[in-house]
């Protein structure tokens, strides 16, 4: 893939020049700063603008200031950190790399971010030990999230017109995010769920489908394989909430394998096998993996897609439901 050069370099400064055309006559400096410096959000640029790390012909400018075109807006300013977080040396599973973003497929057990109860061992560390750079860059440059439990593919950002160029296509639903899950009940068929998802009315540590006062969610589903009581499943997200695909799926009555918080009691399918028994009791996480991962590269605009295969305990799952139950 064929990368062009940008402007933003990855040092712990920035310094740009542009000029403001002339048909940006009357517009306030910081829509036209927008404008110019494409690769850096409007919210940056007016704090540059305050900071004085943004002038105009060498003049500090406020941000509602007009400008009559044809001024040399100029950017100098050191980065500074975005967080106290601390460089871990956490093995990553990088399956892409370039100057501008990784594709990481996340292990099960590892915490994206650190809060609290998890303030070291958590993804974040790790992208700041493998990239130093990254501590410049607003969450270290995750853009999105996976829970700790579920597997696969995550992108982050390694500068700052990456991380602007992914947050706007998360916005706009333009990511493409895949999934495979393997859910209880068996499903006649695929759909779409199209349910508003908040925060829970009396579990404040659990999202729920909430009705009018939830954040629009919609979650389509395919049937990939059905079994005696457990149905293989591939699921595309449109918008992207806090739990999403575990919530809807159970919803509609078709929890996630080893979902504990949505879930509710493992209920073991009637003669099940004691190796199968084994097997479900033993799952002790959500059965979601990001399995399809597809984006605009920030930088080329060419569109790539990165695909990863099950993990060995997903795997391993579906090859005893493929048995149908019989004698093993």
């Not at 977080?85 to 915490?111: H, M, R, T």
Request: net charge positive; glycine share 8%; aromatic share 6%.
């Amino acid at each position: 893939m064929r990368i062009q050069t940008t402007e933003i370099i990855m040092t712990d400064s920035i310094k740009l020049e542009k000029t403001v055309p002339l048909t940006s006559c009357g517009m306030r400096l910081d829509q036209v700063a927008s404008d110019v410096f494409s690769g850096l959000s409007r919210s940056r640029l007016q704090a540059l603008i305050k900071k004085g790390d943004l002038l105009v012909d060498g003049n500090l400018f406020r941000p509602k200031d007009k400008l009559q075109g044809g001024e040399l807006l100029s950017i100098n300013t050191v980065l500074e950190s975005e967080g106290e977080w601390q460089p871990e040396a956490i093995s990553l599973d990088i399956v892409f790399e370039d100057e501008y973003i990784i594709v990481v497929n996340k292990q099960a057990g590892l915490v994206v971010h650190p809060a609290a109860g998890n303030y070291t061992g958590t993804l974040l560390n790790g992208i700041l030990h493998h990239s130093p750079f990254n501590e410049h860059i607003p969450r270290a440059g995750i853009v999105h999230r996976l829970d700790k439990d579920t597997t696969g593919l995550m992108v982050v950002a390694k500068t700052l017109e990456a991380h602007y160029s992914l947050v706007k296509q998360l916005q706009s639903r333009s990511i493409t995010r895949e999934y495979q899950a393997i859910t209880q009940g068996v499903m006649i068929g695929g759909g779409t769920i199209n349910k508003p998802i908040g925060r829970h009315p009396k579990v404040r540590t659990k999202m729920a489908v909430v009705g009018d006062n939830g954040k629009d969610s919609v979650t389509h589903f395919k049937v990939i394989e059905r079994f005696d009581h457990h149905t293989f499943i591939r699921v595309k997200l449109e918008t992207g909430r806090t739990h999403q695909i575990r919530v809807h799926m159970s919803h509609i009555g078709y929890p996630l394998v080893g979902d504990s918080v949505y879930g509710g009691r493992m209920k073991l399918p009637k003669g099940v096998t004691s190796r199968i028994n084994e097997a479900l009791r033993g799952f002790s996480r959500q059965a979601l993996h990001s399995s399809i991962l597809g984006l605009m590269h920030p930088i080329s605009n060419e569109y790539i897609q990165w695909e990863v295969a099950l993990p060995a305990d997903l795997s391993s799952l579906l090859d005893l439901l493929k048995l149908k139950f019989k004698d093993i």
